[in-house]
């Protein structure tokens, strides 16, 4: 039996940081909701005991470094599963770039095992396991739009915003998410308004979800890699209806509500930047099918 699973990918509408914890992690405050842009796992059953990783790009680790490696592993340590399993990894998201491609690879992994393996396992309880993998792992396990609080695995699903197209541009380079929250003053950044943003996406009031999203992540992101602002500005310069980096970066993306503006927004942007995609909000729930 091979079983394909989506991963899609996540951008971040609205992303507060309040203040960093005991434990060492920020306390953060966000609003999440996934786009259609996915990598593609197939999860196919071996013979042996063993856990295999197979991916064509070679910025994705093939060991214990994969979050789809570490949530097989989870799985089977947490029920005692005697079973082996190739995971092959077909990216789409672009790596190291704010939208979540490692933690929806996991996500979707979970989602995946639970079903070849039988386990019969909530979606409540996946996202619970999820949380030990990464922060926005739990988010991924989901899908659709929520609000997430603590280091991130706190999930409060809310509707999906109004449908309109999103439109990507990953510079090349890499950014450290570890980096961008040491580099944080959390004492000077100005907050966005979180709750706003939510209360627009239940009103479905597109032009105040445009007026609304922030990130607080941007600034230091801006500030060390002079390329992201740059997209940024272009960006808005071409004519998208909001404009914000998603996660720690380096990925802007823009909201367009028009089809006829989001062409030449595409053209002026693969100019100078090779990773450009236009996709579509998802903003639905996944489902345990």
Request: glycine share 8%; charged share 25%.
């Amino acid at each position: 039996m091979r079983l394909l699973v989506k991963a899609p990918a996540k951008i971040n509408l609205s992303l507060d940081v309040l203040h960093k914890r005991p434990d060492g992690y920020h306390e953060v405050k966000m609003v999440m909701t996934t786009i259609d842009l996915a990598d593609r796992i197939e999860l196919v059953p071996l013979a042996s005991d063993t856990i295999k990783i197979v991916s064509h790009n070679r910025f994705v680790p093939d060991d214990h470094r994969n979050l789809a490696y570490q949530a097989a592993k989870l799985l089977k340590e947490t029920f005692g599963i005697r079973k082996g399993v190739a995971i092959s990894i077909a990216k789409a998201i672009p790596v190291a770039a704010g939208l979540a491609g490692g933690s929806s690879d996991a996500a979707a992994t979970l989602r995946g095992l639970n079903k070849l393996w039988r386990l019969g396992l909530t979606l409540d309880e996946l996202a619970e396991l999820g949380a030990k993998i990464g922060s926005d792992v739990s988010f991924c396990v989901y899908g659709g739009t929520a609000i997430a609080t603590g280091r991130g695995e706190k999930i409060e699903h809310i509707p999906a915003p109004p449908p309109c197209w999103v439109i990507l541009a990953k510079p090349a380079i890499g950014v450290s998410t570890a980096e961008v929250y040491r580099s944080l003053n959390v004492n000077t950044i100005e907050h966005p308004d979180v709750d706003g943003m939510v209360q627009a996406i239940k009103h479905q009031d597109y032009e105040g979800i445009c007026s609304l999203v922030g990130n607080v992540l941007e600034d230091v992101t801006l500030k060390k890699y002079p390329e992201v602002a740059h997209i940024k500005e272009q960006m808005k310069r071409f004519g998208a209806d909001a404009v914000l980096m998603s996660g720690s970066g380096p990925t802007v993306f823009g909201l367009v509500q028009y089809d006829s503006r989001l062409q030449r927004i595409y053209n002026g942007l693969r100019g100078f930047c090779d990773q450009v995609f236009t996709v579509r909000l998802l903003g639905e729930r996944n489902t345990l099918d």
